[in-house]
Structure formats: C-alpha cells, structure tokens
C-alpha cells in the first residue's frame, strides 16, 4: 500500500488549502483513513479520520468547524478542506491507513499501519 500526499503549501491565516491523498494497493478490512500533523518541536497529533465505508469522521477539537476530511472511492483519495487557517495550524501534515482500527484508537498514530509522506502547510500571520 501506497499513500500519497499532497496540497501544501503556504497561506495566509484566515485562507484555505485542501489536502489530498491517494493510495494504491489493497488496504483489506474495513479501514479507516486519517490525516495527522507535526510542527516543529512537536509530537505528531491526530487531526481527522474517515471510516472508508461508511463516512464516519472523527475530528480533534481544534479543527472542529473549521477542517472537514472527505473521501472520493472512485479515485481512492481522501481530502482534508482547512479553511480559516491560523498560524498554529502549520505543521507538516500526513496521511495515514489502517485495515483493523477501531474507533476508539483513530487518534492513535501508533495505530496505522500505512504512511503517506508528509505535506509541509505553513500559515502567516
């Protein structure tokens, strides 16, 4: 399984990106995708996921309202819509898969099997 990234770059605070990422491969089961970030200095943190088949997302708090994570089946890739970004929000952004979460470990980056490379987003005040 291959996961690609992509979408990043740099914007102002206050204005949008989306993210993609397509996979090729099998992933099996009934996976879950998600989209984690690391700034600098930091630990990598959860920031959304999708259930691939049934649409199921899950956000963490500081994005809720303002990120939405979506999927296209057809085209195998999954998107992150950020809008009203903030300077605390630039990090590099990845994506990730996995055939057997459950629910309760979607926010776990040890949890996902599969790795996109990261997409660096960087806001400006």
């Known amino acids: 399984v291959q996961l690609q990234a992509s979408g990043g770059g740099p914007v102002q605070a206050g204005g949008s990106l989306r993210l993609s990422c397509t996979y090729s491969g099998r992933i099996g089961g009934r996976y879950v995708m998600g989209w984690f970030r690391q700034a600098p200095g930091k630990e990598r943190e959860f920031v959304a996921a999708?259930?691939?088949?049934?649409?199921?997302?899950d956000y963490t708090g500081s994005v809720k309202g303002r990120f939405t994570i979506s999927k296209n089946t057809a085209k195998n890739t999954m998107y992150l819509q950020m809008n009203s970004l903030k300077p605390e929000d630039t990090a590099v952004y990845y994506c990730?898969?996995?055939?057997?979460?459950?629910?309760?470990?979607?926010?776990?980056?040890?949890?996902?099997?599969?790795w996109g490379q990261g997409t660096l987003v960087t806001v400006s005040s």
């Open positions: 999708i259930d691939w088949r049934a649409g199921y997302t």
């Open positions: 990730a898969a996995d055939g057997t979460l459950i629910r309760s470990s979607w926010s776990s980056s040890t949890a996902y099997d599969y």
